[in-house]
């Protein structure tokens, strides 16, 4: 439909009378807003990640920078209409997005190939992202005093970029809207070009995404209040102990770096010294990941320590767990904690803590990908516990590296240990290595072998307990942990039980039970799952657990004498199972051969780790899987860069990870009935497996969160109770 777009020829008001935001009766001129943006914009641009961009996508400096300006200062142009007037004044719909994007559909000056425009497309879809239905517009009339402000660009030119204006733009509003077929048509062409849609995406991220920050930044403090803080880079990070010298080495480390350090060591606190290194004046970032949302938690709330209110946390329940901090704190949720929030959720504060699938899904165009992808190129990304990731998602976790090495991100890789062949199959021996060799010098535990299942040991993991020992019980399966646990109550009652599934509330209250009962005297008993591999920072005398992958294991045995102090040697005792579950039964049966009894350096245990995975990466089945899950999903970024021309927003179907159930959150019956039905309430289940048991609950009460049936038992001292065999994929 053909779009009719005038000038009005009756004078109504002045420029400045064109108002751009309002906040209840508070209005705010498109000149000021404009002018606020720009500030924003240009207060978080690093110029030499700029240098390197502009090299990627084939421009100089100066030409990404000056479409920039021109992205920021047009981008609410449109805004200067009869019809947004009307909005801002009576709330009828207009879309000024689009209004102000036709100015620019035949760019002269910036175009990235034959009729595509980034900033065309940047002053689009600063509010909604591609697609953008353009044909729904039949016309807009744009306001003389519009012509005014139009013609100014020359002036704020000189003023945010320091030279005189080289660039003619002519105020000709389109006459017609743009079919949305004619974008997806132009942009399909990119895929003649090299790199063409990663280079594009590149440029238009970067264009929107500083873009989006900037005009959430200037509306925020228009708003609620909101201003976010930028990184203390000129202040020394400080912590209450002396470094170790991995840790004076990471601080004076530029690049990326592969870290292995053992637990317990101060590998965070080294992981944040080389982030600060590496951070580039105020507008830097740091991105602290880890594989799940509870030791995210945990690391959120560990980094408010060091750097306050500059923290956010990402991943799939965030928004849940900071809405319960914030009530906590300040009795109910407000306009500055709403205001703040879009911030937190796309990497926009200093510091985050997060998943590192919040950060990847990003790639494949998620959520705000163009905001967090321009967020993400000025940080230092620190990737830790990498050993905890399966083969699908290293595909992608390789692809990510290349990705930031060609970006000039720098990223550190840390972990307890990696095998060799795990380096070298993501490409990590091209970054240097940081470790201390004398602290894998150190001897922990004595390591024995029992070719029987534990609960054969009952008798003995009692008699330590009844001598006043700290003893740590591990078991691959949550029924398997129940089980024994049952059996050792009766005669240990200073026991407990902790896995997967309880409430988080009573996580927590179980982790506070941990701790107290690790520093009273008198025997304590833990049984537990794997969850203690990486969530906890316990330490233990003595350890009973299922044989696993050596990984897993050397985790396991990192919650025993975790000072690794020579004088008290911890004892590790490692059976046998009948079902490798959750494990692939090659790494099983493999770990048990290759381990061996005695009383060894840490450096022994890696030892072990590379002839595992040597073994592994050498067998039929590593070929299959590497076949059937890591190439996938290492192509996965180039594959959907094309299906979604680069720039289409993608639907969160994410599947990363090799997840055979995937879990999700669920609520109790009897506290839907109590009316607990807050984040800390929730259970983490696997869907497919408890989507047979929920409870029906009414539309309008709009429970966020599926209600298991009252079939479903729960107790504190155990969690869910549900029939073994489903329990055994757990």
Known sequence: MEAKVRLKSKKREKMGKIWAKRVGERFQTLEEHTLWVLEAVFGGIDIERAEQIAQIVGWNREKLLDALFFTAYFHDIGKGTREFQATILKGSPSYHSLYGALLFWNDPHFSFSPGVSPLFFAILTHHTLFPYHTDRVSSFTYLPEVEEFFSNYPLFFRKFRGRECPYTFNFTPSPSPVPLNLLTHRLNRLKFQREGFHRFRLLYSFLSGHLTRGDWEASGKFGAGVEIPSYPHRQKLKFPFSLRQFQRELGECQGSVVVEIPTGKGKTEGGLLWAHQNLRGPAGKIIYTLPTSTTSNKLYQRLKGHFGERVGLIHSSAKVVLEEEYIQERGEVDDYFLGRLPFIKNFTLPVTASTLDALLKSFINIGRFNLITANYLNS???????????????????????????????????????????????????????????????????IFKRPFPVEEAVEEILEHYHRGKKVLVIKNTIAGATRLYQTLRNFAPNSLLYHSAFRKVDRQRK??????????????????TQVVEISLDIDFQLLYTDVAPIDSLIQRMGRVNRRKNPETPGAVYIYQVENSRPYLPFLVEKSWEILEEGYFPISHYRRWLDILYTQFFHSSQFQLLKYEKFLPSYRKYDQKLEELLGIRKSEDNYDLRDIELPKGEFLLYSDYIDGKREYRYTISLPYPIFRNWIHPTPPEEKIRYPVLSDGVLYTFEEGVQVKEENFEFI
Do not use: C, W
């Open 380 to 446: 230092a990304v620190i990737v830790d516990e990498v050993h905890s990731y399966d083969l699908k998602f290293m595909g992608f976790l390789k692809k990510f590296l290349e990705l930031s090495d060609q970006l000039g991100v720098p990223v550190a890789i840390m972990s307890a240990s990696i095998p060799t062949p795990v380096k070298e199959l993501l490409g990590l021996e091209r970054y240097p290595t940081i470790t201390q060799p004398e602290l894998f010098k150190k001897k922990a535990n004595q």
């Open 511 to 528: 982790e506070e039970l941990i701790f107290q009962k690790l520093q009273s005297p008198g025997g304590f008993i833990l049984i537990a």
